[in-house]
């Protein structure tokens, strides 16, 4: 995977230098509000440093950088009253994960049933899958 770039868009909302809807800032991660909610409640939470994705993260982030991540992930889906109907969480890796934006970000959705874990997923009728790679 490509090395961290500082120009993209989740380092330029850390920076200020784009506008986000916070929910939750830590000394570790930051929790704003997704642009385009793929559920009544959509919230991404990222860390502060620069890391790619899940792989580099967990790779090469300090071991408070990763429990502040997570500490994070919790305290935003209390926050966001998540807890008692219940949420989902997601991190997308790279091209079969479809991620968009190559700094590691967490997505937590919830408000509504969320149905199955990979909804429309195209699912062979024998139940084989073909690898791509
Ligand atoms: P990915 O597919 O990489 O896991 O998800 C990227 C997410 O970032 C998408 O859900 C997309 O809607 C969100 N996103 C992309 N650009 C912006 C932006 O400028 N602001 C916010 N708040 N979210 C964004």
């Given at each position: 995977m490509a090395d961290y770039d500082n120009n993209n868009i989740?380092?330029?909302i850390l920076r200020g230098e784009l506008p986000s809807k916070k929910v939750l800032?830590?000394?570790y991660a930051f929790a704003f509000h997704d642009i385009?909610?793929?559920a009544p409640t959509h919230v991404l939470v990222i860390p502060k440093g620069p890391y790619v994705s899940m792989d580099d993260f967990t790779a090469n982030a300090s071991a408070e950088e990763i429990a502040g991540l997570w500490r994070a992930v919790g305290d935003t889906a209390r926050t966001l009253?998540?807890?008692e109907g219940g949420y989902r969480i997601m991190a997308n890796h790279?091209?079969?994960a479809h991620q968009e934006v190559f700094h590691l970000h967490v997505h937590i959705l919830g408000g509504r049933p969320l149905g199955p874990m990979l909804e429309g997923?195209?699912?062979p009728p024998d139940g084989t899958?073909?690898?791509t790679s």
């Open positions: 989740f380092a330029k800032e830590t000394e385009n909610p793929q009253g998540l807890v790279g091209h079969h997923g195209d699912v899958w073909e690898r």
